[in-house]
C-alpha cells in the first residue's frame, strides 16, 4: 500500500505533528490512532483509514524496535487488532497473560474493553479468558490463606 499523502497526515492528524515516539507516547498515540480510525470508519474516508493504519504499523514498528524496553504485548496484540490481524492479536493478548504476567486491568480487557469486543465470541479469546479468570482465583484464594493464617 503506498504510502499516505502529507495533505492526508494534516487532513486526519492535524498539521502539528505527532509528538515523537517514545516509550511514554506510544500507548497514547495508540490510543489516538484508536479514535481517527473510529472516526475514519464513521466518515467512510478510505484516505483518512489508510493514514491511520500507517500510523499503527509505525506504532508496531517503534515496539519491535524497542523490545529492550520490555513494552507489553497488550498494546501491540491492540494494534494488530485494529489492523485487523486476529491471529496476531490474539497470540499478544495470551502474551501479555502468560508472559507479562499483566493482571492489573484484566477484569477491563476481557469483559469490558470494547476494543476487544470483536473477538470476545472467538472461542481462542474465551479460553484467554477461562485462563485469566482461573490465574485470579487462585490469587483470590492465596490471598484468603493468608489473611486466615496470618
Known amino acids: 500500500m503506498p504510502a499516505t499523502t502529507p495533505e492526508t497526515r494534516c487532513r486526519v492528524f492535524g498539521c502539528f505533528g505527532s509528538p515523537k515516539l517514545n516509550a511514554f507516547t506510544y500507548r497514547v498515540r495508540l490510543m489516538l490512532a484508536q479514535l481517527h480510525l473510529a472516526h475514519a470508519a464513521k466518515t467512510r474516508d478510505p484516505d483518512a483509514r489508510a493514514a491511520v493504519e500507517e500510523e499503527i504499523r509505525g506504532i508496531v514498528a517503534w515496539m519491535d524496535?524497542?523490545?529492550?524496553?520490555?513494552?507489553?504485548?497488550?498494546?501491540?496484540?491492540?494494534?494488530?487488532?485494529?489492523?485487523?490481524?486476529?491471529?496476531?492479536?490474539?497470540?499478544?493478548?495470551?502474551?501479555?497473560?502468560?508472559?507479562?504476567?499483566?493482571?492489573?486491568?484484566?477484569?477491563?480487557?476481557?469483559?469490558?474493553?470494547?476494543?476487544?469486543?470483536?473477538?470476545?465470541?472467538?472461542?481462542?479469546?474465551?479460553?484467554?479468558?477461562?485462563?485469566?479468570?482461573?490465574?485470579?482465583?487462585?490469587?483470590?484464594?492465596?490471598?484468603?490463606?493468608?489473611?486466615?493464617?496470618g
Open 65 to 149: 524496535a524497542n523490545e529492550r524496553l520490555s513494552l507489553h504485548h497488550l498494546p501491540r496484540g491492540l494494534a494488530k487488532l485494529l489492523l485487523g490481524d486476529r491471529e496476531a492479536a490474539l497470540a499478544e493478548l495470551a502474551a501479555a497473560f502468560d508472559e507479562d504476567h499483566d493482571y492489573r486491568q484484566w477484569w477491563y480487557t476481557i469483559d469490558h474493553d470494547p476494543s476487544w469486543s470483536p473477538l470476545r465470541d472467538d472461542p481462542r479469546f474465551k479460553a484467554i479468558a477461562d485462563r485469566v479468570r482461573a490465574h485470579v482465583q487462585q490469587q483470590r484464594a492465596a490471598l484468603e490463606v493468608l489473611r486466615r493464617d
